[in-house]
């Protein structure tokens, strides 16, 4: 059985602000992007704090790319589809991502994942500056390398350590609820 | 050298690098979807170019001034800047100034992430003159 956290209730005092769902692509990152940006504006966000939001939100939109793709997928143009969710609460925002990950990749991302919740955040920015190091020497760029550095990414800009849930579906299919929630 | 200019994009940053002028520059947002492809071209440019910049005494200015850079351009940035590194330690000339805005933390610990362990080339991080 994978080792999950499961995320926090929300408190009856949130407030919601941003909500994405549907297919994940580039384009659409651009444009929810630009629409979450100009949302923090007129919401007064703190500078530092709206940087940070929308890196995670461009992070995990991403690793809902990444991600999403069954193992030997024969049709390559399977639409991701996920779902990212801002809001606010007593002064923090919250980002929650979901979407579905094959029992394949599972492993290795619930790894990753409870990893960096036992790291403080000196131990995940040298852990960022060793993967950049570390990357200088390898001829490939396969997309687990590049989800390494994007959790920590996340994991730098959040207040307190990533949680994420990962939940089968079903018996009729591989694929497995991944849910990833971040505080700013 | 043929001057390599990339107009500016959603996602990616205007790329001008004047290598005549010896003045290469790097503006705007670098989220594309995949880094390695967009930079893969801009990195085998500059190594033809840096090729012969170690042979010359005039030093080569590199611009960089970023609004966003998500995790995968980073790593594309790590390279570009290793091969500037590289070249300074085979005798070119390397200044690169990576530029922030005011009040940009991140964008400033991503220079220093990025600059601190390059030690052939030169490097300031900071604001605009």
Redesign the interface.
């Known amino acids: 059985m994978l080792n999950a956290v499961p995320s926090e209730e929300r408190t009856r005092t949130a407030t919601d602000l941003f909500t994405y769902s549907g297919a994940v ?2 384009s659409i ?2 444009a929810t ?2 629409s979450l940006r100009a949302r923090l504006q007129s919401l007064n966000v703190g ?2 704090q709206a ?2 939001i ?2 995670s939100f ?2 995990l939109a ?1 690793n809902i ?1 990444h991600h999403g793709e069954p193992e030997g997928a024969r049709d390559v143009r399977i639409v991701r589809c996920g779902s990212i969710a801002l809001w606010q609460s007593e002064g923090e925002y919250h980002l929650r991502a979901r979407s579905l990950i094959s029992q394949a990749k599972a492993p290795s991302l619930a790894e990753r994942l409870s990893g960096l919740r036992e790291l403080s955040p000196e131990q995940i ?1 040298f852990e ?2 060793l993967r ?2 570390n ?2 020497y390898l001829s490939s ?1 396969s997309a687990s ?2 989800a390494g ?2 959790l ?2 996340i994991a730098r ?1 959040a207040s307190r350590p990533i949680e994420y849930l990962l939940e089968p579906i079903s018996q009729d299919t591989d694929m497995l609820r991944l849910q990833i929630h971040t505080v700013i | 050298m043929e001057r390599l200019t990339l107009s500016a994009t959603q996602l990616t940053p205007l790329v001008d690098f004047d290598y005549n002028g010896r003045s290469l520059k790097m503006h705007g947002e670098s989220y594309p979807e995949n880094a390695a492809e967009f930079y893969g071209p801009i990195l085998a440019s500059l190594r033809g170019y840096l090729a012969s910049a170690v042979r010359q005494q005039l030093a080569t200015v590199v611009e960089l001034e970023f609004v966003y850079v998500n995790s995968s351009s980073t790593r594309s940035l790590q390279q570009l800047l290793t091969l500037l590194d590289a070249a300074a330690r085979d005798g070119a000339i390397v200044q690169v100034h990576w530029i922030v805005a005011d009040d940009d933390d991140s964008m400033t610990e991503l220079g220093v992430d990025l600059l601190a362990d390059k030690h052939a080339l030169e490097y300031r991080i900071g604001k605009t003159r």
Do not use: M, P, W
């Open positions: 692509s580039a990152i651009a992007g630009e500078s530092q940087r940070k929308f890196s461009v992070e991403y790319i920015r960022f500056r950049l190091t990357l200088q760029d390398l590049g550095l994007g920590l990414t800009n």
